[in-house]
T-cell receptor, first 114, second 116 residues
Framework: GDSVTQMEGPVTLSEEAFLTINCTYT??????LFWYVQYPGEGLQLLLK?????DKGSNKGFEATYRKETTSFHLEKGSVQVSDSAVYFC?????????????FGSGTRLLVRP | GAVVSQHPSWVICKSGTSVKIECRSL??????MFWYRQFPKQSLMLMAT?????????EQGVEKDKFLINHASLTLSTLTVTSAHPEDSSFYIC????????????FGPGTRLTVL
Protein backbone atom coordinates (compact mmCIF):
# COMPACT_ATOMS: atom_id res chain seq x y z
CA GLY A 1 0.00 0.00 0.00
CA ASP A 2 0.87 3.67 -0.10
CA SER A 3 3.31 4.94 2.50
CA VAL A 4 5.35 7.96 3.55
CA THR A 5 8.78 7.86 5.16
CA GLN A 6 10.25 10.83 7.00
CA MET A 7 13.61 11.39 8.57
CA GLU A 8 13.59 10.79 12.27
CA GLY A 9 13.91 13.66 14.66
CA PRO A 10 14.35 15.59 16.65
CA VAL A 11 16.17 18.06 14.48
CA THR A 12 17.86 20.78 16.49
CA LEU A 13 19.07 23.92 14.74
CA SER A 14 20.25 27.37 15.65
CA GLU A 15 18.22 30.36 14.52
CA GLU A 16 18.90 31.35 10.90
CA ALA A 17 20.24 27.92 9.99
CA PHE A 18 19.16 26.08 6.83
CA LEU A 19 16.55 23.39 7.27
CA THR A 20 15.94 20.21 5.31
CA ILE A 21 13.50 17.53 6.38
CA ASN A 22 13.53 14.54 4.07
CA CYS A 23 10.36 12.84 2.90
CA THR A 24 9.97 9.99 0.45
CA TYR A 25 6.83 8.22 -0.60
CA THR A 26 5.50 5.06 -2.17
CA UNK A 27 2.28 5.24 -4.12
CA UNK A 28 0.60 3.17 -6.77
CA UNK A 29 -1.58 5.98 -8.06
CA UNK A 30 -1.12 9.70 -8.63
CA UNK A 31 -0.65 11.29 -5.24
CA UNK A 32 -0.92 14.83 -4.07
CA LEU A 33 1.75 15.63 -1.50
CA PHE A 34 1.46 17.76 1.61
CA TRP A 35 3.40 19.13 4.51
CA TYR A 36 1.46 19.75 7.69
CA VAL A 37 2.80 21.47 10.81
CA GLN A 38 1.68 20.95 14.39
CA TYR A 39 2.69 23.66 16.81
CA PRO A 40 2.72 22.83 20.53
CA GLY A 41 -0.81 22.51 21.84
CA GLU A 42 -2.42 23.12 18.47
CA GLY A 43 -3.97 21.12 15.67
CA LEU A 44 -2.33 20.28 12.37
CA GLN A 45 -2.15 23.08 9.86
CA LEU A 46 -1.53 22.72 6.17
CA LEU A 47 1.85 24.26 5.41
CA LEU A 48 2.11 23.61 1.68
CA LYS A 49 1.07 21.19 -1.03
CA UNK A 50 1.91 20.03 -4.54
CA UNK A 51 -0.40 18.10 -6.80
CA UNK A 52 1.80 16.97 -9.69
CA UNK A 53 5.37 16.23 -10.63
CA UNK A 54 7.78 19.20 -10.56
CA ASP A 55 5.26 21.40 -8.73
CA LYS A 56 6.78 23.47 -5.96
CA GLY A 57 4.72 24.24 -2.90
CA SER A 58 5.73 27.21 -0.80
CA ASN A 59 4.50 29.08 2.26
CA LYS A 60 6.03 31.15 5.06
CA GLY A 61 9.52 30.68 3.62
CA PHE A 62 9.17 26.90 3.43
CA GLU A 63 9.42 25.11 0.09
CA ALA A 64 9.08 21.57 -1.19
CA THR A 65 9.30 20.24 -4.74
CA TYR A 66 7.41 17.18 -5.96
CA ARG A 67 10.11 14.92 -7.44
CA LYS A 68 8.53 11.97 -9.16
CA GLU A 69 11.85 10.49 -10.31
CA THR A 70 13.11 10.21 -6.73
CA THR A 71 9.63 9.90 -5.14
CA SER A 72 10.55 12.67 -2.75
CA PHE A 73 9.05 15.84 -1.30
CA HIS A 74 11.74 17.29 0.94
CA LEU A 75 10.89 20.34 3.06
CA GLU A 76 13.38 23.22 3.06
CA LYS A 77 13.72 26.64 4.60
CA GLY A 78 16.65 28.94 4.15
CA SER A 79 16.64 30.56 7.58
CA VAL A 80 14.66 29.08 10.45
CA GLN A 81 13.26 31.02 13.37
CA VAL A 82 12.51 30.00 16.94
CA SER A 83 8.83 30.22 16.06
CA ASP A 84 9.29 27.40 13.53
CA SER A 85 9.76 24.93 16.36
CA ALA A 86 7.03 22.35 15.81
CA VAL A 87 6.37 18.85 14.49
CA TYR A 88 6.28 18.55 10.72
CA PHE A 89 4.33 15.82 8.94
CA CYS A 90 4.69 14.77 5.34
CA UNK A 91 1.56 13.23 3.86
CA UNK A 92 0.08 11.99 0.63
CA UNK A 93 -3.38 11.64 -0.78
CA UNK A 94 -3.94 9.33 -3.68
CA UNK A 95 -6.19 11.14 -6.12
CA UNK A 96 -7.33 7.83 -7.55
CA UNK A 97 -8.82 7.10 -4.13
CA UNK A 98 -12.14 8.87 -3.99
CA UNK A 99 -12.06 8.99 -0.20
CA UNK A 100 -9.15 11.50 -0.32
CA UNK A 101 -7.75 10.03 2.85
CA UNK A 102 -4.32 11.16 3.97
CA UNK A 103 -1.43 8.87 4.73
CA PHE A 104 1.06 10.45 7.10
CA GLY A 105 4.71 10.02 7.78
CA SER A 106 5.86 9.59 11.35
CA GLY A 107 6.52 13.29 11.89
CA THR A 108 9.76 15.16 12.51
CA ARG A 109 10.16 17.38 15.53
CA LEU A 110 12.10 20.59 14.87
CA LEU A 111 13.62 22.57 17.71
CA VAL A 112 15.15 25.93 16.87
CA ARG A 113 17.38 27.49 19.50
CA PRO A 114 17.94 31.24 19.76
CA GLY B 1 -10.96 30.44 6.26
CA ALA B 2 -11.55 26.80 7.01
CA VAL B 3 -11.96 26.24 10.72
CA VAL B 4 -12.65 22.93 12.37
CA SER B 5 -13.46 22.71 16.05
CA GLN B 6 -13.55 19.78 18.45
CA HIS B 7 -15.30 19.44 21.75
CA PRO B 8 -14.25 18.68 24.37
CA SER B 9 -10.56 19.50 24.15
CA TRP B 10 -9.85 17.05 26.92
CA VAL B 11 -11.84 14.51 28.89
CA ILE B 12 -11.17 12.13 31.73
CA CYS B 13 -13.52 9.22 32.29
CA LYS B 14 -13.78 6.01 34.25
CA SER B 15 -13.20 2.65 32.66
CA GLY B 16 -16.41 1.20 31.22
CA THR B 17 -18.09 4.50 30.45
CA SER B 18 -18.73 5.98 27.00
CA VAL B 19 -17.38 9.27 25.74
CA LYS B 20 -18.61 11.35 22.82
CA ILE B 21 -16.34 13.72 20.89
CA GLU B 22 -17.77 16.29 18.49
CA CYS B 23 -16.13 17.64 15.37
CA ARG B 24 -17.58 20.68 13.61
CA SER B 25 -16.65 22.54 10.47
CA LEU B 26 -17.46 26.13 11.40
CA UNK B 27 -17.35 28.01 8.11
CA UNK B 28 -17.75 25.41 5.41
CA UNK B 29 -19.71 22.31 4.59
CA UNK B 30 -17.67 19.15 4.86
CA UNK B 31 -18.63 16.36 2.52
CA UNK B 32 -16.18 14.06 4.25
CA MET B 33 -14.78 13.95 7.76
CA PHE B 34 -11.96 11.82 9.05
CA TRP B 35 -11.07 10.58 12.50
CA TYR B 36 -7.46 9.96 13.51
CA ARG B 37 -5.74 8.70 16.58
CA GLN B 38 -2.32 10.01 17.59
CA PHE B 39 -0.13 8.27 20.11
CA PRO B 40 2.61 10.19 21.95
CA LYS B 41 5.49 11.08 19.65
CA GLN B 42 3.91 9.11 16.84
CA SER B 43 2.10 9.85 13.66
CA LEU B 44 -1.59 10.06 13.02
CA MET B 45 -3.38 6.80 12.37
CA LEU B 46 -6.55 7.04 10.33
CA MET B 47 -9.41 5.33 12.11
CA ALA B 48 -12.34 5.96 9.82
CA THR B 49 -13.78 8.05 7.04
CA UNK B 50 -17.30 9.36 7.32
CA UNK B 51 -19.55 10.86 4.72
CA UNK B 52 -22.67 12.79 5.59
CA UNK B 53 -25.72 10.58 5.74
CA UNK B 54 -23.94 7.28 5.25
CA UNK B 55 -22.12 4.73 7.34
CA UNK B 56 -18.50 5.33 8.19
CA UNK B 57 -15.75 3.33 6.53
CA UNK B 58 -13.36 1.95 9.12
CA GLU B 59 -9.72 1.17 8.59
CA GLN B 60 -8.50 -2.35 9.11
CA GLY B 61 -8.10 -3.21 12.75
CA VAL B 62 -10.42 -0.50 14.06
CA GLU B 63 -13.41 -1.87 15.97
CA LYS B 64 -16.51 -0.22 14.55
CA ASP B 65 -18.65 -1.31 17.51
CA LYS B 66 -16.24 0.36 19.90
CA PHE B 67 -15.68 3.57 17.97
CA LEU B 68 -19.09 4.70 16.80
CA ILE B 69 -19.09 7.46 14.22
CA ASN B 70 -22.09 9.50 13.23
CA HIS B 71 -22.02 12.14 10.50
CA ALA B 72 -25.48 13.60 10.84
CA SER B 73 -24.96 16.83 8.94
CA LEU B 74 -22.50 18.53 6.63
CA THR B 75 -20.96 20.35 9.57
CA LEU B 76 -20.98 17.81 12.38
CA SER B 77 -19.47 14.39 12.99
CA THR B 78 -19.27 12.60 16.31
CA LEU B 79 -17.01 9.86 17.60
CA THR B 80 -18.26 7.84 20.56
CA VAL B 81 -15.80 5.64 22.37
CA THR B 82 -17.98 2.96 23.96
CA SER B 83 -17.03 1.10 27.13
CA ALA B 84 -13.73 2.91 27.25
CA HIS B 85 -10.66 1.25 28.74
CA PRO B 86 -7.25 2.66 29.67
CA GLU B 87 -5.78 1.46 26.37
CA ASP B 88 -8.19 3.79 24.59
CA SER B 89 -6.45 6.76 26.16
CA SER B 90 -5.07 8.80 23.30
CA PHE B 91 -5.28 12.01 21.33
CA TYR B 92 -8.17 11.93 18.88
CA ILE B 93 -8.11 14.31 15.94
CA CYS B 94 -10.74 14.97 13.32
CA UNK B 95 -10.40 16.59 9.95
CA UNK B 96 -12.85 17.82 7.37
CA UNK B 97 -12.62 18.06 3.63
CA UNK B 98 -14.37 20.66 1.57
CA UNK B 99 -16.24 19.41 -1.44
CA UNK B 100 -15.59 20.22 -5.04
CA UNK B 101 -12.93 17.62 -5.66
CA UNK B 102 -10.39 19.34 -3.43
CA UNK B 103 -8.07 17.01 -1.56
CA UNK B 104 -7.10 19.38 1.24
CA UNK B 105 -8.16 18.48 4.75
CA UNK B 106 -8.55 20.91 7.63
CA PHE B 107 -7.82 19.62 11.09
CA GLY B 108 -9.42 20.15 14.45
CA PRO B 109 -7.25 20.89 17.51
CA GLY B 110 -7.72 17.39 18.90
CA THR B 111 -9.26 15.85 22.01
CA ARG B 112 -7.16 14.30 24.74
CA LEU B 113 -8.95 11.27 26.23
CA THR B 114 -7.73 9.76 29.46
CA VAL B 115 -9.46 6.65 30.74
CA LEU B 116 -8.82 5.81 34.38
Amino acid sequence: GDSVTQMEGPVTLSEEAFLTINCTYTATGYPSLFWYVQYPGEGLQLLLKATKADDKGSNKGFEATYRKETTSFHLEKGSVQVSDSAVYFCALSDRMDSSYKLIFGSGTRLLVRP
Amino acid sequence: GAVVSQHPSWVICKSGTSVKIECRSLDFQATTMFWYRQFPKQSLMLMATSNEGSKATYEQGVEKDKFLINHASLTLSTLTVTSAHPEDSSFYICSARKGGGLDTQYFGPGTRLTVL
